[in-house]
């Protein structure tokens, strides 16, 4: 199983981790420099939840916006 959401299909997605030095210019300073760039991974925010699925009940992983807009029927 993949680190995706099942119901929306969100997975994980690639940004640069930005390392920087200096005072801001506003602070008083002469400004901030970049001094380096690092491959990182956002992972979404997901859970593992029984849920109802064809009629019958599933443990499926759905992100929290997916169950906060009620996306999902739960099974207690």
Known sequence: MARYCEICGKGSNKSNAVTRRGKAKKEGGVG????????????????????????????????TKCLKAGKVQRAY
Not at 32 to 56: C, E, F, M, W
């Open 32 to 63: 901030r420099n970049v001094t380096g760039r690092s491959k990182r991974t956002q992972k979404p925010n997901l859970q593992k939840v029984k849920a109802i699925v064809d009629g019958s009940t599933k443990r499926i992983k759905v992100c």
